[in-house]
């Protein structure tokens, strides 16, 4: 394997309540090198949104991470300030957010946002008036890329003024417009059509093929994430409990949980059957159970499962891995 552009090894967040401390994230580890999609999945609450964010370093009170190393080209993320973290954000890592609204500034206008993040990152002098010109090429260009028909009316609109999938079109626009080494993608065509859906997918690829720009795109949708993802982690309970390449997961899982969620995929059941579901819920993170957390809804739990199962094998490696004490027979 190639040396990985970002590398995070045993990461810990936790968030400090009142109610006690809840392991959003817990000792999460994996590799992404340059050019290459990973498809993070898994359910509501699973800590895949907080790993995006302990990455990028947006975690704020109560939430801290509080073990684990970020290595991004060598650097640990996790040990820098707020101010030499923050030159990172934009033109090295960018994120795209589920609500646009965390992107999008709703009292100026989009070309205002667009051409002032192109300078920010580009260290163009404030009064180049040729360099803003090019700052608003570039904006249009990207716009065009997530299939706004009228960017130029785009941009002189704002943000209120379009509707929630033409901002979630610009956000990504905003992420993608500085070619940045490593995309954070969260949940961002929920909101969107399929046809677009499908046309910003082809993008993200190309630029992650033409530009050597890696992508953690986090979703629950693992429709997408076979169509996109080089490798596949899928979380539960702030824990990798199954990682490797797309096509092993996907066709060969081995744990009981990622089985769970490929045959709880509409398309997989028999017209009129009723949809297969995993069932319980998601353990407390407060006060989690002892030994493997997925083991009050697994059929194949036995008595061993009281003790937490270690991950067999390591992600950095990307052997295809998983945290089970009675894993699925490999097809």
Not at 51 to 67: A, K, M, N, W, Y
Request: hydrophobic fraction near 45%; proline fraction near 7%; glycine fraction near 8%.
């Amino acid at each position: 394997m190639a040396e990985p552009l970002l590398c995070v090894e045993d990461l810990k967040t936790h968030f400090f309540t009142r109610a006690g401390v809840v392991k959003a994230v817990d000792g999460v580890s994996f590799a992404l090198e340059r050019g290459r999609i990973l498809g993070l999945v898994g359910e509501s609450g699973s800590g895949k949104t907080v790993t995006g964010f302990s990455i990028i370093g947006l975690v704020d009170p109560p939430g801290r991470i509080t073990g684990g190393r970020i290595l991004f080209k060598g650097r640990d993320l996790a040990a820098l300030p707020e101010p030499e973290l923050r030159k990172f954000r934009g033109a090295n890592i960018a994120m795209i957010f589920q609500d646009p609204a965390m992107t999008l500034n709703p009292v100026l206008r989009i070309d205002t946002q667009m051409i002032e993040a192109v300078r920010a990152h580009a260290a163009v002098g404030e009064g180049d008036a040729r360099s803003r010109e090019r700052a608003r090429q570039r904006a249009l260009a990207a716009l065009a890329m997530v299939g706004i028909p009228a960017p130029e009316e785009c941009l002189r609109a704002y943000p209120h003024q379009l509707s929630g999938g033409m901002r979630q079109r610009v956000a990504i626009a905003v992420a993608m417009m500085n070619k940045p080494d490593l995309i954070i993608a969260d949940e961002p065509t929920t909101a969107l059509d399929v046809t677009i859906q499908g046309q910003i997918l082809y993008e993200v690829q190309r630029l992650c093929r033409e530009t050597g720009t890696a992508l953690i795109w986090i979703t629950h949708d693992l429709t997408v994430v076979a169509a996109i993802a080089d490798e596949i982690a899928v979380m539960y309970a702030g824990k990798i409990v199954e990682y490797g390449a797309a096509d092993d997961v996907l066709d060969r899982p081995r744990h009981p949980y990622t089985a769970g969620l490929l045959n709880s995929v509409p398309s997989r059941n028999a017209k009129g059957v009723p949809l297969a579901q995993i069932p319980g819920m998601t353990p407390s993170l407060l006060d989690p159970p002892p030994g493997c957390l997925f083991r009050q809804r697994c059929a194949r739990a036995t008595a061993a499962c009281a003790a937490d199962p270690a991950l067999a094998g390591d992600p950095s490696t990307g052997a295809h891995v998983f945290r089970c004490h009675h894993p699925l027979e490999a097809a």
